[in-house]
Protein backbone atom coordinates (compact mmCIF):
# COMPACT_ATOMS: atom_id res chain seq x y z
CA UNK A 1 0.00 0.00 0.00
CA UNK A 2 1.00 3.69 -1.03
CA UNK A 3 0.96 6.90 1.33
CA UNK A 4 -2.27 8.55 0.51
CA UNK A 5 -3.24 12.14 1.31
CA UNK A 6 -5.44 11.44 4.09
CA UNK A 7 -2.20 10.21 6.12
CA UNK A 8 -0.34 13.37 6.20
CA UNK A 9 -1.03 16.77 8.14
CA UNK A 10 -1.36 19.28 5.37
CA UNK A 11 -1.90 22.61 7.20
CA UNK A 12 0.48 25.01 7.06
CA UNK A 13 2.48 23.45 4.05
CA UNK A 14 3.10 23.69 0.17
CA UNK A 15 1.48 20.81 -1.41
CA UNK A 16 2.51 20.35 -5.11
CA UNK A 17 0.03 18.24 -6.63
CA UNK A 18 0.40 16.21 -9.89
CA UNK A 19 -2.88 16.11 -11.74
CA UNK A 20 -4.03 15.18 -15.23
CA UNK A 21 -5.63 18.54 -16.33
CA UNK A 22 -5.17 16.95 -20.50
CA UNK A 23 -8.45 18.43 -21.17
CA UNK A 24 -9.44 18.66 -25.10
CA UNK A 25 -9.56 22.09 -26.08
CA UNK A 26 -11.35 23.60 -28.99
CA UNK A 27 -10.45 27.53 -29.73
CA UNK A 28 -9.08 27.98 -26.14
CA UNK A 29 -12.33 26.62 -24.61
CA UNK A 30 -12.76 23.00 -22.47
CA UNK A 31 -14.87 20.85 -24.24
CA UNK A 32 -14.77 17.94 -21.87
CA UNK A 33 -14.36 19.10 -17.76
CA UNK A 34 -14.09 15.01 -16.57
CA UNK A 35 -10.60 15.35 -15.50
CA UNK A 36 -11.11 18.34 -13.49
CA UNK A 37 -13.73 17.49 -11.62
CA UNK A 38 -11.93 13.65 -11.05
CA UNK A 39 -9.04 15.36 -9.33
CA UNK A 40 -11.64 18.04 -7.14
CA UNK A 41 -12.13 15.50 -4.36
CA UNK A 42 -8.11 15.40 -3.44
CA UNK A 43 -8.11 19.45 -4.38
CA UNK A 44 -10.44 20.90 -1.83
CA UNK A 45 -9.34 18.14 0.90
CA UNK A 46 -5.80 19.73 0.63
CA UNK A 47 -8.02 23.75 0.64
CA UNK A 48 -10.18 22.46 3.84
CA UNK A 49 -7.67 21.06 5.56
CA UNK A 50 -5.35 24.78 5.09
CA UNK A 51 -2.79 23.32 3.22
CA UNK A 52 -1.12 25.48 0.46
CA UNK A 53 -1.93 24.06 -3.16
CA UNK A 54 0.48 24.08 -5.97
CA UNK A 55 -1.39 22.09 -8.82
CA UNK A 56 1.44 21.07 -11.74
CA UNK A 57 -0.23 19.23 -15.10
CA UNK A 58 0.85 18.82 -18.77
CA UNK A 59 -1.62 19.00 -21.28
CA UNK A 60 -1.33 18.30 -25.19
CA UNK A 61 1.68 17.60 -27.05
CA UNK A 62 3.80 20.66 -26.86
CA UNK A 63 7.43 20.42 -28.34
CA UNK A 64 9.45 20.93 -24.85
CA UNK A 65 9.03 24.33 -25.55
CA UNK A 66 6.04 26.91 -24.87
CA UNK A 67 2.74 26.96 -27.41
CA UNK A 68 0.33 29.23 -26.55
CA UNK A 69 -2.38 26.91 -27.43
CA UNK A 70 -1.38 24.24 -25.05
CA UNK A 71 -1.61 26.92 -21.97
CA UNK A 72 -3.25 25.65 -18.91
CA UNK A 73 -4.98 29.06 -18.69
CA UNK A 74 -8.45 28.01 -19.83
CA UNK A 75 -8.25 24.88 -17.30
CA UNK A 76 -7.51 27.69 -14.40
CA UNK A 77 -10.71 29.80 -15.03
CA UNK A 78 -12.91 26.78 -15.08
CA UNK A 79 -11.15 25.44 -11.83
CA UNK A 80 -11.74 28.78 -10.28
CA UNK A 81 -15.64 28.21 -11.40
CA UNK A 82 -15.49 24.58 -10.07
CA UNK A 83 -14.03 26.20 -6.80
CA UNK A 84 -15.46 29.37 -6.29
CA UNK A 85 -12.72 30.85 -5.15
CA UNK A 86 -9.70 32.72 -7.26
CA UNK A 87 -6.84 30.25 -8.83
CA UNK A 88 -3.53 32.24 -9.36
CA UNK A 89 -1.36 31.03 -12.32
CA UNK A 90 2.13 30.81 -12.79
CA UNK A 91 3.21 31.83 -16.48
CA UNK A 92 6.06 28.80 -16.12
CA UNK A 93 6.08 25.81 -13.88
CA UNK A 94 9.77 26.56 -12.54
CA UNK A 95 12.38 29.51 -12.29
CA UNK A 96 11.54 32.48 -9.93
CA UNK A 97 7.87 33.18 -10.91
CA UNK A 98 6.89 29.92 -10.17
CA UNK A 99 9.02 30.24 -6.66
CA UNK A 100 7.95 33.39 -5.39
CA UNK A 101 4.29 32.71 -5.81
CA UNK A 102 4.47 29.25 -4.42
CA UNK A 103 6.67 30.82 -1.52
CA UNK A 104 3.90 33.41 -0.92
CA UNK A 105 0.90 31.31 -0.86
CA UNK A 106 -1.36 31.23 2.07
CA UNK A 107 -3.05 28.79 4.15
CA UNK A 108 -6.42 27.05 1.60
CA UNK A 109 -4.89 29.40 -1.75
CA UNK A 110 -4.52 27.49 -4.96
CA UNK A 111 -1.85 28.47 -7.40
CA UNK A 112 -2.09 26.44 -10.79
CA UNK A 113 1.69 25.82 -12.66
CA UNK A 114 2.08 26.37 -16.37
CA UNK A 115 2.52 23.43 -18.74
CA UNK A 116 5.33 21.04 -17.48
CA UNK A 117 5.83 20.24 -20.71
CA UNK A 118 7.08 23.60 -22.03
CA UNK A 119 10.14 22.08 -20.78
CA UNK A 120 11.89 19.09 -22.84
CA UNK A 121 13.24 17.75 -19.37
CA UNK A 122 9.96 16.53 -18.11
CA UNK A 123 9.73 13.77 -20.84
CA UNK A 124 13.51 13.37 -20.13
CA UNK A 125 12.82 13.27 -15.89
CA UNK A 126 15.47 15.31 -16.15
CA UNK A 127 16.91 15.07 -12.14
CA UNK A 128 17.72 19.17 -12.04
CA UNK A 129 14.31 20.44 -13.57
CA UNK A 130 12.60 17.65 -11.09
CA UNK A 131 14.58 19.31 -8.57
CA UNK A 132 13.64 22.58 -9.36
CA UNK A 133 9.69 21.46 -9.54
CA UNK A 134 10.22 19.71 -5.56
CA UNK A 135 11.98 23.06 -4.34
CA UNK A 136 8.34 24.67 -4.73
CA UNK A 137 7.02 22.08 -1.91
CA UNK A 138 7.12 20.11 1.19
CA UNK A 139 5.06 17.42 -0.14
CA UNK A 140 4.10 16.10 -2.90
CA UNK A 141 0.97 14.14 -4.20
CA UNK A 142 0.58 11.74 -7.37
CA UNK A 143 -3.63 12.14 -8.56
CA UNK A 144 -2.68 11.97 -11.72
CA UNK A 145 -3.14 8.22 -12.41
CA UNK A 146 -3.41 8.58 -16.49
CA UNK A 147 0.18 9.85 -16.72
CA UNK A 148 1.40 7.23 -13.84
CA UNK A 149 2.58 5.08 -16.31
CA UNK A 150 5.21 8.05 -17.63
CA UNK A 151 9.03 8.12 -15.48
CA UNK A 152 8.27 11.84 -15.69
CA UNK A 153 9.95 14.37 -14.06
CA UNK A 154 6.00 15.58 -11.95
CA UNK A 155 5.39 11.38 -11.39
CA UNK A 156 8.46 9.94 -11.04
CA UNK A 157 12.03 11.78 -10.73
CA UNK A 158 10.50 14.62 -7.70
CA UNK A 159 9.86 11.93 -5.44
CA UNK A 160 13.52 11.53 -5.08
CA UNK A 161 13.94 14.88 -3.56
CA UNK A 162 10.01 15.27 -1.57
CA UNK A 163 9.14 12.91 0.92
CA UNK A 164 6.52 11.84 1.77
CA UNK A 165 5.28 11.62 -1.77
CA UNK A 166 1.46 10.37 -1.37
CA UNK A 167 -1.13 9.38 -3.51
CA UNK A 168 -4.19 11.54 -4.05
CA UNK A 169 -7.81 9.94 -3.67
CA UNK A 170 -8.13 9.55 -7.84
CA UNK A 171 -5.05 7.71 -7.95
CA UNK A 172 -5.93 5.64 -4.60
CA UNK A 173 -9.35 4.98 -6.30
CA UNK A 174 -7.86 3.42 -9.48
CA UNK A 175 -5.11 1.57 -7.71
CA UNK A 176 -7.42 -0.08 -5.47
CA UNK A 177 -10.13 -0.89 -8.38
CA UNK A 178 -7.54 -2.20 -10.99
CA UNK A 179 -5.80 -4.16 -7.90
CA UNK A 180 -8.59 -5.57 -7.05
CA UNK A 181 -9.38 -6.64 -10.81
CA UNK A 182 -5.62 -8.28 -10.95
CA UNK A 183 -5.46 -10.16 -7.07
CA UNK A 184 -9.07 -10.18 -5.21
CA UNK A 185 -11.73 -11.16 -8.42
CA UNK A 186 -14.27 -13.27 -7.78
CA UNK A 187 -14.80 -15.56 -10.80
CA UNK A 188 -16.60 -16.37 -13.17
CA UNK A 189 -14.39 -13.66 -14.28
CA UNK A 190 -15.01 -11.87 -17.66
CA UNK A 191 -12.45 -9.83 -19.91
CA UNK A 192 -13.37 -8.07 -23.26
CA UNK A 193 -11.17 -6.87 -25.14
CA UNK A 194 -11.78 -5.12 -28.52
CA UNK A 195 -10.16 -2.40 -30.62
CA UNK A 196 -8.07 -2.65 -33.79
CA UNK A 197 -4.96 -3.95 -33.16
CA UNK A 198 -3.87 -7.23 -31.44
CA UNK A 199 -0.68 -5.62 -30.95
CA UNK A 200 -1.25 -2.63 -28.69
CA UNK A 201 -3.68 -4.88 -26.60
CA UNK A 202 -1.53 -8.60 -26.83
CA UNK A 203 0.42 -8.39 -22.97
CA UNK A 204 -3.05 -7.78 -21.83
CA UNK A 205 -4.76 -10.75 -23.01
CA UNK A 206 -1.77 -12.96 -22.31
CA UNK A 207 -2.34 -11.61 -18.58
CA UNK A 208 -6.05 -11.83 -18.92
CA UNK A 209 -4.91 -15.75 -19.41
CA UNK A 210 -3.74 -16.01 -15.90
CA UNK A 211 -6.98 -14.29 -14.26
CA UNK A 212 -9.77 -14.89 -16.38
CA UNK A 213 -12.08 -17.39 -16.86
CA UNK A 214 -13.61 -16.09 -20.17
CA UNK A 215 -12.10 -13.56 -22.50
CA UNK A 216 -14.50 -12.30 -25.34
CA UNK A 217 -12.83 -10.39 -28.11
CA UNK A 218 -14.44 -8.06 -30.86
CA UNK A 219 -12.86 -5.45 -32.93
CA UNK A 220 -10.84 -5.07 -35.57
CA UNK A 221 -8.15 -7.63 -33.24
CA UNK A 222 -10.79 -10.85 -33.82
CA UNK A 223 -9.62 -10.94 -37.53
CA UNK A 224 -6.38 -11.79 -36.79
CA UNK A 225 -7.23 -14.43 -34.74
CA UNK A 226 -9.72 -15.87 -37.17
CA UNK A 227 -6.71 -15.79 -39.60
CA UNK A 228 -5.26 -17.84 -37.32
CA UNK A 229 -8.11 -20.59 -37.39
CA UNK A 230 -7.61 -20.20 -40.75
CA UNK A 231 -10.76 -18.53 -41.15
CA UNK A 232 -11.20 -16.14 -44.31
CA UNK A 233 -11.80 -13.17 -43.19
CA UNK A 234 -12.68 -10.74 -46.30
CA UNK A 235 -11.41 -7.41 -46.53
CA UNK A 236 -11.27 -7.42 -42.96
CA UNK A 237 -8.39 -5.58 -40.79
CA UNK A 238 -5.58 -8.24 -40.17
CA UNK A 239 -1.95 -7.88 -39.10
CA UNK A 240 -0.52 -10.28 -40.55
CA UNK A 241 2.65 -10.37 -39.11
CA UNK A 242 0.72 -11.04 -35.97
CA UNK A 243 -1.55 -13.99 -36.81
CA UNK A 244 1.30 -16.41 -35.76
CA UNK A 245 1.56 -14.63 -32.23
CA UNK A 246 -2.55 -14.72 -32.17
CA UNK A 247 -2.02 -18.25 -32.63
CA UNK A 248 0.04 -18.59 -29.71
CA UNK A 249 -2.27 -17.09 -27.91
CA UNK A 250 -4.94 -19.33 -28.98
CA UNK A 251 -3.13 -22.49 -27.80
CA UNK A 252 -2.08 -20.60 -24.62
CA UNK A 253 -5.46 -19.73 -23.76
CA UNK A 254 -6.59 -23.90 -24.58
CA UNK A 255 -3.84 -25.05 -22.20
CA UNK A 256 -5.21 -23.07 -19.36
CA UNK A 257 -8.76 -23.42 -19.77
CA UNK A 258 -9.94 -20.20 -20.53
CA UNK A 259 -12.62 -19.89 -22.71
CA UNK A 260 -11.36 -17.47 -25.62
CA UNK A 261 -14.26 -16.49 -27.96
CA UNK A 262 -14.43 -14.75 -31.25
CA UNK A 263 -17.17 -13.47 -33.12
CA UNK A 264 -19.92 -15.90 -35.21
CA UNK A 265 -21.21 -13.50 -36.81
CA UNK A 266 -20.32 -10.13 -37.88
CA UNK A 267 -21.58 -6.40 -39.82
CA UNK A 268 -20.07 -6.40 -43.32
CA UNK A 269 -20.02 -3.55 -45.84
CA UNK A 270 -17.80 -2.26 -48.82
CA UNK A 271 -15.49 0.43 -46.33
CA UNK A 272 -16.18 2.55 -43.45
CA UNK A 273 -18.34 5.19 -45.83
CA UNK A 274 -20.08 2.67 -47.60
CA UNK A 275 -24.03 3.10 -47.18
CA UNK A 276 -25.34 -0.70 -47.48
CA UNK A 277 -24.40 -3.16 -44.97
CA UNK A 278 -25.18 -6.50 -44.46
CA UNK A 279 -24.76 -9.02 -41.31
CA UNK A 280 -23.12 -12.55 -42.34
CA UNK A 281 -21.32 -15.41 -40.17
CA UNK A 282 -18.15 -14.95 -40.40
CA UNK A 283 -17.93 -17.89 -42.43
CA UNK A 284 -20.08 -16.62 -44.74
CA UNK A 285 -17.67 -13.30 -45.12
CA UNK A 286 -17.61 -11.90 -48.93
CA UNK A 287 -14.27 -11.39 -50.21
CA UNK A 288 -14.77 -7.46 -50.97
CA UNK A 289 -16.54 -7.13 -47.63
CA UNK A 290 -14.61 -5.97 -44.35
CA UNK A 291 -16.41 -6.19 -41.13
CA UNK A 292 -16.97 -3.51 -39.15
CA UNK A 293 -18.70 -4.46 -36.06
CA UNK A 294 -19.67 -7.68 -34.13
CA UNK A 295 -23.52 -9.37 -34.83
CA UNK A 296 -26.42 -9.65 -33.33
CA UNK A 297 -25.73 -13.73 -32.63
CA UNK A 298 -21.86 -12.67 -31.31
CA UNK A 299 -23.88 -10.36 -28.63
CA UNK A 300 -25.78 -12.87 -27.51
CA UNK A 301 -23.12 -15.68 -27.23
CA UNK A 302 -21.16 -12.55 -25.44
CA UNK A 303 -24.38 -10.71 -22.95
CA UNK A 304 -24.77 -14.88 -21.64
CA UNK A 305 -21.36 -15.05 -20.66
CA UNK A 306 -21.45 -11.42 -19.08
CA UNK A 307 -24.56 -12.18 -17.39
CA UNK A 308 -22.89 -15.36 -15.21
CA UNK A 309 -19.92 -12.77 -14.46
CA UNK A 310 -19.04 -11.88 -10.84
CA UNK A 311 -15.86 -9.94 -12.08
CA UNK A 312 -15.71 -8.03 -15.64
CA UNK A 313 -13.12 -6.16 -17.12
CA UNK A 314 -13.53 -4.15 -20.42
CA UNK A 315 -11.30 -3.01 -22.54
CA UNK A 316 -11.39 -1.04 -26.13
CA UNK A 317 -14.81 -1.65 -28.24
CA UNK A 318 -16.00 -4.22 -30.51
CA UNK A 319 -16.89 -2.38 -34.08
CA UNK A 320 -15.76 1.14 -35.89
CA UNK A 321 -17.56 2.63 -32.77
CA UNK A 322 -16.95 6.26 -34.22
CA UNK A 323 -19.52 5.21 -36.88
CA UNK A 324 -23.18 5.19 -35.91
CA UNK A 325 -23.80 2.47 -38.17
CA UNK A 326 -21.00 0.25 -36.73
CA UNK A 327 -21.61 1.07 -32.86
CA UNK A 328 -24.34 -1.31 -31.97
CA UNK A 329 -22.15 -4.21 -31.02
CA UNK A 330 -20.51 -1.71 -28.70
CA UNK A 331 -23.31 -0.65 -27.50
CA UNK A 332 -25.22 -3.76 -26.93
CA UNK A 333 -21.93 -4.97 -25.01
CA UNK A 334 -22.22 -1.87 -22.58
CA UNK A 335 -25.82 -2.53 -21.18
CA UNK A 336 -25.03 -6.19 -21.03
CA UNK A 337 -22.67 -5.38 -18.57
CA UNK A 338 -24.36 -2.91 -16.95
CA UNK A 339 -27.54 -5.53 -16.24
CA UNK A 340 -25.39 -8.19 -14.97
CA UNK A 341 -24.70 -7.00 -11.27
CA UNK A 342 -21.06 -7.96 -11.72
CA UNK A 343 -18.39 -5.82 -10.16
CA UNK A 344 -17.31 -4.36 -13.26
CA UNK A 345 -14.02 -1.96 -14.73
CA UNK A 346 -14.51 -0.10 -17.54
CA UNK A 347 -10.77 1.52 -19.37
CA UNK A 348 -10.43 2.80 -22.52
CA UNK A 349 -11.64 6.30 -24.32
CA UNK A 350 -14.18 4.40 -26.77
CA UNK A 351 -15.30 1.99 -23.97
CA UNK A 352 -15.89 4.80 -21.71
CA UNK A 353 -17.67 6.65 -24.42
CA UNK A 354 -19.50 3.82 -25.29
CA UNK A 355 -20.97 3.45 -21.13
CA UNK A 356 -21.60 7.25 -21.39
CA UNK A 357 -24.12 7.76 -24.65
CA UNK A 358 -25.61 4.29 -22.87
CA UNK A 359 -26.77 5.87 -20.06
CA UNK A 360 -25.28 3.02 -17.79
CA UNK A 361 -21.88 4.68 -16.53
CA UNK A 362 -23.94 4.99 -12.74
CA UNK A 363 -24.06 0.90 -12.99
CA UNK A 364 -20.40 0.75 -13.81
CA UNK A 365 -18.82 -0.09 -10.84
CA UNK A 366 -15.17 1.94 -11.80
CA UNK A 367 -14.48 3.53 -14.90
CA UNK A 368 -10.67 3.82 -15.37
CA UNK A 369 -9.85 7.76 -16.50
CA UNK A 370 -5.89 6.49 -17.59
CA UNK A 371 -6.31 4.99 -20.69
CA UNK A 372 -2.68 3.93 -21.46
CA UNK A 373 -1.76 3.48 -17.38
CA UNK A 374 -4.58 1.12 -16.82
CA UNK A 375 -3.64 -0.88 -19.87
CA UNK A 376 -0.07 -1.08 -18.41
CA UNK A 377 -1.53 -2.25 -15.10
CA UNK A 378 -3.57 -4.86 -16.08
CA UNK A 379 -1.34 -5.83 -18.38
CA UNK A 380 0.94 -6.73 -15.05
CA UNK A 381 3.32 -3.76 -15.61
CA UNK A 382 4.17 -1.60 -12.64
CA UNK A 383 4.03 2.09 -12.88
CA UNK A 384 7.08 4.46 -12.56
CA UNK A 385 4.53 7.13 -11.24
CA UNK A 386 3.25 4.77 -8.38
CA UNK A 387 6.23 3.19 -7.84
CA UNK A 388 8.09 6.31 -7.07
CA UNK A 389 5.23 6.87 -3.88
CA UNK A 390 6.37 6.19 -0.16
CA UNK A 391 5.50 3.38 0.59
CA UNK A 392 2.71 3.07 3.93
Request: proline letters at 4%; charged letters at 25%; glycine letters at 10%.
Amino acid sequence: MKLSLSDIPVAHRRVLMRVDFNVPLKDGVITDDTRIEASLPSIRYVIDHGGRLILASHLGRPKGQPEAKYSLKPAVARLSEMLGREVRFASDCVGPEAESMAGALKDGEVLVLENLRFHAEEEKNDPGFARQLAALCEIYVNDAFGAAHRAHASTAGIAAFVQPAASGFLMQKELEALGHALTKAEKPYVSIVGGAKVSDKIELIENFLNLATDVLIGGAMAYTFLRAKNIATGKSLVETDKIELAGEVLAKAQQKGVRLELPVDHVVAAGLDATESQVVTIDKTPEDRMGLDIGPETVKRYSAVIARAKTIVWNGPMGVFENPKFSQGTFAIARAIAESGAVSIVGGGDSISAVVQSGVESKITHISTGGGASLEFLSGHKLPGVEALTDK
